[in-house]
């Protein structure tokens, strides 16, 4: 009965254990949909592929949820839901706190800041961005960039433009130390962008100048479009128009070629206000109302994609519920299971100690007969005797039958003679002990432990165990008191 219930218990966890490698398989699927999902584009799948992940991933596994928190925020905010972006971002950074690792807390960090600043709450995105960098590793040197990178942008948001040029510039000799032209070219641009801002267009100038030779000698034309900007504006704030002018042409041809219509809006602008040309207001006001009509639509996608997402984040959260449900289930029926296995166990215990008790005071009663017991006996049986002794002697015998009540008294007395015979002892089993036994049977008279017998006579403990078994098999018995029991009977030791 016992094995069948260990069999059961054992079956059990086995299942919970291929339940939760089967969660986990589940969740990896779920979250590699996730990633398709978000390189594609399509953030309202991402969400919903997340969200039904997180009932797949273990209560332990702090790191998935990490992951999967991050996620969510990401989407989140891809989708404008700030709010939820917000709440799965802290929910991550709370993860990564406690796992303790630095660069997952950064990375976490830096991903809160860059939600507060894509809604323009560029006070709380420095506060995070401030614990970014501190966390950050001071070995990575392109992570690190990157966070001083865009803590200068928040800060310039903020016009705090000393702290904001002093950070950009921390990112550039970081990518400078790092070899990376790219970045070294972007950093120059920003650079320069921010002495702008801080009202020093000379230096702003010279930054301006040479990013633009780096990003054309790598063929960054994006950021390249984006920096002629920035020396259009330059340029117009020292009143050197005819090189503003050349520099917006410059960004327009570019634009044209890359299909960046929100830079060529800009330089479109620029040349139009440089040239006084109507023609060119035109093209401006055309493209002006051609972006306004994709954003329009895409804000009309935004909302479609909001409500698809509201409706699945039902169905996954109806999904949930029906999984707890399941979950607590099968708890109760663990614990149920195992409630029943310690009562059988406790049962089976409470049996096995009330038999070792009863054989013990079997043998005790039969070791320890009171003397005063047996001296009553006697003194019965030779009062019978005496009695039996003092009858007449002209009773008849057995050579001449008399009555049956004659013969009834013929029998007491014969049975009194033979009650004052001594009974014969029982004869004792023939029971072969070894010198070695013997010993061991002396020494746990003595109340010693197995560890103590074995130091004495210098054997090993799993020695002494084995006589012990041996001796127990050989006398019948089952534990120590019944060994002192027959040792103390059978006179192996004196008490």
Excluded at 26 to 43: Q, V
Excluded at 179 to 191: D, I, M, P, T
Excluded at 388 to 412: H, M
């Amino acid at each position: 009965m016992i094995r069948k219930i260990l069999v059961s218990v054992v079956l059990i966890f086995s299942a919970l254990s291929l339940l939760k490698a089967a969660n986990v398989k589940k969740y990896e699927e779920l979250y590699a949909k996730y990633e398709d999902s978000y390189d594609a584009g399509d953030y309202s799948g991402s969400v919903a592929y997340l969200e039904q992940a997180l009932t797949y991933i273990h209560s332990d596994s702090i790191f998935c949820f990490s992951d999967t928190y991050n996620g969510l925020a990401y989407a989140y905010w891809r989708l404008g839901k700030f709010d939820k972006a917000v709440d799965f971002g802290q929910k991550a950074l709370d993860c990564d706190l406690q796992i303790g690792d630095s660069a997952r807390i950064s990375t976490s960090l830096s991903i809160m800041a860059a939600i507060f600043a894509h809604q323009r709450l560029f006070a709380d995105a420095e506060q995070y961005m401030r614990r970014s960098i501190d966390y950050a590793l001071a070995n990575d040197s392109l992570i690190l960039a990157t966070r001083y990178s865009v803590f200068g942008e928040i800060l310039s948001a903020q016009n705090k433009h000393a702290e904001a040029i002093s950070s950009i510039i921390q990112a550039y000799k970081l990518d400078s130390i790092g070899n990376r032209a790219g970045k070294v070219a972007v950093r120059l641009s920003q650079l320069g962008a921010a002495y702008m801002q801080s009202g020093d267009y000379k230096k702003a100038e010279t930054c301006l100048a040479q990013a633009t030779e780096k990003l054309k000698a790598i063929g960054n034309n994006t950021s390249l479009s984006i920096n002629l900007i920035a020396q259009t504006k330059n340029y117009m704030a020292l009143g050197r128009n005819a090189d503003a002018e050349k520099a917006a042409a410059e960004c327009l041809q570019i634009t044209e070629q890359i299909g960046q219509r929100k830079t060529k809006l800009d330089a479109l602008r620029f040349l139009a206000a440089l040239r006084n040309s109507p023609q060119l207001y035109k093209q401006t006001l055309s493209l002006s109302d051609s972006l306004y009509n994709e954003q329009i639509s895409q804000q009309i996608a935004d909302f479609e994609v909001r409500y698809a997402t509201a409706e699945k984040e039902r169905e996954i959260a109806q999904q949930q519920v029906t999984i707890e449900r399941q979950q607590s289930a099968l708890i109760v029926l663990v614990i149920v299971l195992t409630a029943i296995f310690i009562a059988l166990v406790l049962v089976f215990i409470i049996r096995r100690m009330r038999r070792d008790i009863e054989h013990t005071e079997k043998m005790a009663r039969e070791l320890f007969v009171t003397p005063a017991q047996t001296g009553v006996q006697t003194e019965k049986t030779s009062a019978a005797t005496q009695q039996a002794a003092s009858e007449p002697a002209s009773q008849p015998t057995a050579e001449q039958p008399g009555d049956a009540a004659d013969q009834n008294v013929l029998k007491q007395q014969e049975r009194a003679v033979a009650d004052t015979q001594p009974a014969e002892k029982p004869e004792q089993p023939d029971i072969q002990l070894s010198p070695r036994e013997i010993q061991i049977i002396c020494a746990c008279s003595q109340g010693k432990l197995s560890k103590e017998i074995a130091d004495e006579l210098g054997i090993s403990k799993r020695t002494v165990e084995n006589h012990k078994y041996a001796i127990y098999q050989k006398l019948g018995i089952c534990n120590n008191t019944e060994l002192i029991l027959y040792a103390v009977k059978h006179e192996i030791v004196k008490m």
